[in-house]
């Protein structure tokens, strides 16, 4: 028989298109707005092609009732759906941003730990080496740890790091070869 929401839409009482339901579901939330929409089509494109069939599950509606049934059940079902969806993106990319965050700040724990009681004479090692973890954590092909002068007018390169495989670069003056650096240090 025909369930009559108010008397203004019709539904078929046996509609075999919610036990789609957990898999709409599932597409939402394992691959987000683009599954759900793929989803969501592959729905419509079965249902439409069972509708051509005699045993459609609107058979029981006129046509005219039968389509305006269907978008209803689509559009009831696409819009909750899609923004589920659209949460677990933003979740899972909140959730991504946050632990490199988490990373980063571990990274910087380190190494502001890493020269309290380190002697002198080892400084300079340690330094090297923090730039080129810095370098590939930060994913930079070069890196450098510079000095201000006293007036604060020129930049003197200390140490520098550039990835493996690039060529070194001799000793820089940053006033020269960055002017832009130096202006907006």
Not at 37 to 43: D, E, P, V
Not at 44 to 51: D, H, I, Q, R, S
Not at 56 to 73: K, R, T
Not at 134 to 158: H, K, M, P, T, Y
Request: charge should be negative; glycine fraction near 8%; proline fraction near 5%.
């Amino acid at each position: 028989g025909l369930l009559n929401a108010g008397g203004a839409i019709p539904i078929s009482a046996n509609t075999p298109l919610a036990f789609l339901l957990p898999l709409l579901l599932w597409a939402a939330v394992r691959f987000g707005p683009g599954g759900a929409s793929l989803a969501l089509l592959i729905t419509a494109v079965l249902a439409t092609w069972t509708g051509t069939r005699v045993d459609d599950p609107f058979a029981e509606l006129s046509p005219a009732e039968g389509v305006l049934a269907f978008q209803v059940f689509l559009s009831s079902l696409a819009i909750p759906l899609l923004c589920l969806a659209a949460v677990v993106k933003e979740r899972r990319l909140a959730n991504e941003r946050l632990a490199e965050r988490l990373r980063f700040e571990e990274l910087l724990s380190r190494f502001s730990s890493a020269f309290v009681h380190l002697p002198l004479h080892e400084v300079d090692g340690a330094i090297q080496g923090w730039l080129g973890r810095l370098g590939e954590f930060l994913d930079l092909d070069r890196n450098a740890l510079l000095l201000s002068s006293d007036d604060g007018q020129d930049l003197s390169v200390l140490h520098t790091w550039s990835r493996p495989g690039l060529e070194g670069r001799g000793m820089l003056f940053a006033r020269r070869d960055y002017p832009w650096a130096v202006r907006a240090l």
